[in-house]
Nanobody, 119 residues
């Protein structure tokens, strides 16, 4: 069983930065792939970034490549999403997720944290 708690969301101006954190609990957390997803108002939840549990390989949705960075600190059981050069279209609720592989289907989810980017 894996439990996830996100933090770090907030209001930021366009061009600014935020770092999201996701604290995980569970004995085998370090073996899990971790991902970030986001859901804008009236839209479906979409993939943002993921990091493999064993290799550390990272994956990004095209619109965030070069701006967002996913990383993990297994000693602190935490995964991060560093978001730079934020745009108003990045506004969404961001969710942390975990599964055995980056292919999903992402069985474990956090409660979400709101990110709002003003123009």
């Amino acid at each position: 069983q894996v439990q996830l708690v996100e933090s770090g969301g907030g209001l930021v101006q366009a061009g600014g930065s935020l770092r999201l954190s996701c604290a995980a609990s569970g004995r085998t957390w370090s073996r899990y792939a971790m991902g970030w997803f986001r859901q804008a108002p009236g839209k479906e939840r979409k993939f943002v970034a993921a990091i493999d549990g064993s290799s550390g390989t990272t994956y990004y949705e095209d619109s965030v490549k070069g701006r967002f960075t996913i990383s993990r600190d297994n000693t602190k059981s935490t995964v991060f999403l560093q978001m730079n050069s934020l745009k108003p279209e990045d506004t969404a609720v961001y969710y942390c997720a975990a599964d055995r592989t980056v292919a999903g289907p992402w069985d474990y989810w956090g409660q979400g944290t709101q990110v709002t980017v003003s123009s």
